[in-house]
């Protein structure tokens, strides 16, 4: 059983800082590539931030290019969300999710399998 524990969420000021991490368990985590989305109520589920399963490769949204920070640690089953300059629009439930085998879009939330139960991440004007 594949299982995906976000962390590290919380209320932060504008222009603070946060580190979410997501700890995985059920399959050898380095095969896969890792992604995090985000939803704001109303809104739909989007990509943040990507990176392949050794790490050589990220892949960010164009509104998070520049501030945020993704990362892993194989050896610690563990993708890492560094975010930074926050702003009140990234105030949203944060995911981490695994990338099924085999498919090549990092972007498309219909190409991950698994998902944590997310972390809530408020960001104050």
């Known amino acids: 059983q594949v299982q995906l524990v976000e962390s590290g969420g919380g209320l932060v000021q504008a222009g603070g800082s946060l580190r979410l991490s997501c700890a995985a368990s059920g399959r050898t985590f380095s095969n896969y590539a890792m992604g995090w989305f985000r939803q704001a109520p109303g809104k739909e589920r989007e990509f943040v931030a990507a990176i392949s399963w050794s790490g050589s490769n990220t892949y960010y949204a164009d509104s998070v290019k520049g501030r945020f920070t993704i990362s892993r640690d194989n050896a610690k089953n563990t993708v890492y969300l560094q975010m930074n300059s926050l702003k009140p629009e990234d105030t949203a439930v944060y995911y981490c999710?695994?990338?099924?085998?085999?498919?090549?879009?990092?972007?498309?939330?219909?190409?991950?399998?698994?998902w944590g139960q997310g972390t809530q991440v408020t960001v104050s004007s």
């Open positions: 999710a695994s990338r099924k085998p085999n498919y090549y879009n990092y972007y498309d939330p219909r190409n991950y399998d698994y």
